[in-house]
């Protein structure tokens, strides 16, 4: 099992920038690869971005266009989203997700979930 917990979620203003964390622990983890994901009310499950635990390789969603940055820290277990330029648009429920198989990640297929952390970009 891995447990995932986001943080860093909140109200900024469009243009400003956040940093979600999402903490990992359980007797399963690393696993192979970590993502975040979003949902704004209404719309379906988005992929944001992801990265191998092993070697930190990225992969970002097409509308992220170089505004977030994911990046892990090996000593804390944690998975980092940094991001800038905001706009409203990127307002939703942002989740960390977690697993072994990438196969399914950009369908959003991944066996282990967070709870989420909201986040709102006021325009």
């Known amino acids: 099992q891995v447990q995932l917990v986001e943080s860093g979620g909140g109200l900024v203003q469009a243009g400003g920038s956040l940093r979600l964390s999402c903490a990992a622990s359980g007797r399963a983890f690393p696993t192979r690869i970590m993502a975040w994901f979003r949902q704004a009310t209404g719309k379906e499950r988005e992929f944001v971005g992801a990265i191998k635990w092993l070697d930190g390789t990225t992969i970002y969603g097409d509308f992220v266009k170089g505004r977030f940055t994911v990046s892990r820290d090996n000593v804390k277990n944690k998975m980092v989203l940094q991001m800038s330029s905001l706009n409203p648009d990127d307002t939703g429920v942002y989740y960390c997700?977690?697993?072994?198989?990438?196969?399914?990640?950009?369908?959003?297929?991944?066996?282990?979930w967070g709870q989420g952390t909201q986040v709102t970009v006021s325009s």
């Open positions: 997700a977690a697993d072994d198989q990438t196969g399914g990640l950009l369908r959003g297929q991944l066996e282990y």
